[in-house]
């Protein structure tokens, strides 16, 4: 199923790259966290991918990191790659999340910041992933989820009803947390643990958050997207149905970002495993003090 329009995704991306800096405080902050929980792990990670790689907010929280040595990152937008080739802090090249050019087994370590809620494909760019890392390589990325910028779709919604009589798709879908650790788990990878958090930013009006969105690259590559011009008035009323519905006493509107985590673990027989059916060493019933009886009747403590 093709949810996102790749090419679109691309071209604001683009057009982004020349200013992300000024509006890049989202990518900062989750790379931030992520970069807080790799120094959780206590290992060493020589070869590491940053994919999805933006302007390099995660790529320069990386060196001298857990003993990373060379830093691979790349980005479906050939402006952003360009970004990360100038600093000079990692190998930049372009790739697509959907097609990894890597070979397998070539990664010690993955991130991916703010990125693969684009992808069509997420349980197959997963499957990639994990064959790209190395056995007990590591894999940790974050991603929108699907509570993110509700107050915005709500705001258009009722726009779009009071100009055009009608409502079409305006804000991209995103993940489900439900299924995020299923998805880990469908595509082979060990220990995944999924965990989420909100982040709640506020301005002055609409028209700051549509700006932040389209300096991050982040406006709608859905497929099913109005691609006709809004009428004149729709823009003005998404701001005014914005700050009627969401507006705070100080006159500010709170614009929601619901963030994924996830992690987890390229297969290894190192890893602790489950153990077998059956296997357990002592009965539940002894480690509850309680005596076992057939299901159906109360149990008496002793």
């Given at each position: 199923?093709?949810?996102?329009?790749?090419?679109?995704?691309?071209?604001?991306?683009?057009?982004?790259?020349?200013?992300?800096?000024?509006?890049?405080?989202?990518?900062?902050?989750?790379?931030?966290?992520?970069?807080?929980?790799?120094?959780?792990?206590?290992?060493?990670?020589?070869?590491?991918?940053?994919?999805?790689?933006?302007?390099?907010?995660?790529?320069?929280?990386?060196?001298?990191?857990?003993?990373?040595?060379?830093?691979?990152?790349?980005?479906?937008?050939?402006?952003?790659?360009?970004?990360?080739?100038?600093?000079?802090?990692?190998?930049?090249?372009?790739?697509?999340?959907?097609?990894?050019?890597?070979?397998?087994?070539?990664f010690?370590?993955?991130?991916?910041n703010?990125?693969?809620?684009?992808?069509?494909?997420?349980?197959?760019?997963?499957?990639?992933?994990?064959?790209?890392?190395?056995?007990?390589?590591?894999?940790?990325?974050?991603?929108?989820?699907?509570?993110?910028?509700?107050?915005?779709?709500?705001?258009?919604?009722?726009?779009?009803?009071?100009?055009?009589?009608g409502?079409s798709?305006?804000?991209?879908?995103?993940?489900?947390?439900?299924?995020?650790?299923?998805?880990?788990?469908?595509?082979?990878?060990?220990?995944?643990?999924?965990?989420?958090?909100?982040?709640?930013?506020?301005?002055?009006?609409a028209?700051?958050?549509?700006?932040?969105?389209?300096?991050?690259?982040?406006?709608?590559?859905?497929?099913?997207?109005?691609?006709?011009?809004?009428?004149?008035?729709?823009?003005?009323?998404?701001?005014?149905?914005?700050?009627?519905?969401f507006?705070?006493?100080?006159?500010?509107?709170?614009?929601?970002?619901?963030?994924?985590?996830?992690?987890?673990w390229?297969?290894?027989?190192?890893?602790q495993?489950?153990?077998?059916?059956?296997?357990?060493?002592?009965?539940?019933?002894?480690?509850?003090?309680?005596?076992?009886?057939?299901?159906?009747?109360k149990?008496?403590?002793?």
């Amino acid at each position: 199923m093709l949810v996102f329009d790749r090419l679109v995704v691309r071209r604001h991306r683009d057009r982004a790259a020349p200013g992300l800096h000024r509006h890049d405080f989202l990518f900062r902050h989750v790379a931030a966290a992520l970069a807080e929980r790799l120094d959780d792990v206590k290992r060493e990670f020589p070869i590491a991918l940053d994919l999805g790689c933006h302007g390099g907010e995660m790529t320069s929280l990386l060196p001298g990191r857990k003993g990373i040595g060379r830093i691979i990152a790349c980005d479906l937008s050939p402006a952003m790659a360009a970004r990360i080739a100038a600093a000079g802090e990692a190998t930049a090249l372009v790739a697509d999340e959907e097609v990894l050019p890597f070979a397998d087994e070539s990664f010690d370590l993955a991130v991916s910041n703010l990125s693969l809620h684009w992808v069509n494909d997420l349980p197959g760019a997963l499957v990639q992933i994990r064959r790209a890392l190395k056995p007990d390589g590591l894999f940790l990325a974050a991603m929108l989820g699907g509570d993110t910028l509700t107050e915005l779709r709500r705001a258009m919604l009722e726009a779009e009803m009071t100009v055009a009589g009608g409502a079409s798709p305006r804000v991209s879908p995103f993940a489900d947390l439900r299924d995020i650790g299923a998805l880990m788990q469908r595509a082979g990878f060990a220990l995944p643990v999924v965990d989420v958090d909100t982040v709640t930013v506020t301005y002055e009006n609409a028209f700051g958050l549509l700006s932040d969105l389209r300096g991050m690259g982040e406006t709608s590559a859905a497929r099913t997207r109005n691609r006709r011009i809004p009428a004149r008035a729709f823009w003005p009323e998404v701001a005014r149905a914005y700050q009627q519905l969401f507006g705070g006493a100080d006159g500010r509107i709170p614009a929601t970002f619901q963030i994924i985590y996830v992690s987890g673990w390229a297969p290894h027989e190192s890893q602790q495993q489950p153990l077998r059916p059956g296997s357990a060493g002592a009965r539940f019933a002894d480690v509850l003090g309680t005596v076992e009886i057939p299901t159906g009747d109360k149990a008496r403590p002793r």
